[in-house]
């Protein structure tokens, strides 16, 4: 067995935490959920910390909010696929969009269930990943206007996420610009420039954060505790509010070196072996989680001595060495995640969830 935990008093440290510093600059956030993968347990404990945005990239997982509490506003935070334009309309009170086809059928649909439907209209600020390009801007938002149920509140950009492009004072304050120059030109209200995410928040701490950007939407640095932008860990907030314990299922002192003519193992890699290993022997441990599970790169034993052998579909194998610790079979050994172990976890339906 493999369970993996939310602590609970260390998600509500950190939100509280960044609530108080957005509300002191007069942000509003937006609370991403991508990471709980729509899993009900977890999304109750975080709704329950009254956030006044949810946002996720995936329609199910806005369903499942909704289920828990229609009241809270919801965010679909990447360009909306036509074939679920029904859908995003029916769970999304605001989608975030690029496309002007695709805004039509929002906006055809928002009609047909007698909704006003609200967008963040994404502008390319040098990520490429989703974005009008800056030229089109202005024309853009001309056809957006046009339509009907169709309310644009607010412009918005992504970085870091694809390429690793930082946010930095001279792109935001041109998000904030093409705001200026929208409302002027169309005498219409912006109400959000939607510039930050998790690495933008150090920017606020070193007074480089335009006074435009109003809006940020906020998952690792909520899930994890990092200073995003260095990546690193913050000193202001909690760590490891998700950790993973796998049961060990095997545990037998063995050679540290295969013997046999090698081929290629389950993932298409060979392997080479140091001769001076051979003949030394270690404990190796057999876990019951495997690279169905979680990337072992993204995952780390939160005991030192502990090395990775290697792993298969179900399986991961560590090395106890000596096992001073006197571990048995099963008992569990426990792993710290970063972000993106935290999320495979979480989307992997063999391994258990836990609030404690």
Known sequence: MAIITLHKERLQYNFERLDYFFKLKEIQWSVVTKILCGNELFLKEVLSLMPNQVCDSRVSNLKAIKKINPKVETI????????????????????????????????????????????????ELGELREGVMRDNVISFYDQVFQLKNIEVVGIGTNLSCLYGV?????????????????????????????????????????NKLPAGVNHFRVGETLYQGTDVYRDAPSNLLKQDIFTLKAEIIELIEKPRVPEGDFGTNLEG??????????????????????????????????????????????MIIVDLQTNDKKYKVGDYLEFTLNYMGALRAMNSSYIEKVVE
């Open 76 to 123: 679909y935070i990447k360009p909306t696929p036509k074939r679920s334009v029904a859908s995003v309309v029916k769970y999304a009170d605001i989608s975030m969009n690029t496309d002007i086809e695709t805004i039509k059928l929002l906006s055809a649909e928002a009609q047909k269930q007698n909704k006003i439907h609200k967008i963040i209209i994404m502008i």
């Open 269 to 314: 890699k060979s392997f080479k072996f140091d001769e001076k290993q051979i003949g030394k022997k270690s404990f190796r441990a057999i876990l019951d989680l495997g690279i169905l599970d979680v990337d072992q790169a993204n995952i780390f034993p939160k005991d030192e001595n502990i090395k990775f052998f290697g792993a298969s579909s179900d």
């Open 166 to 206: 930082l946010p930095s004072t001279d792109k935001l304050i041109q998000l904030s610009l093409y705001k200026q120059l929208i409302e002027a030109k169309f005498n219409k209200k912006i109400q959000y420039v939607s510039g930050g995410s998790s690495v933008t928040i150090p920017l606020i701490f070193q």
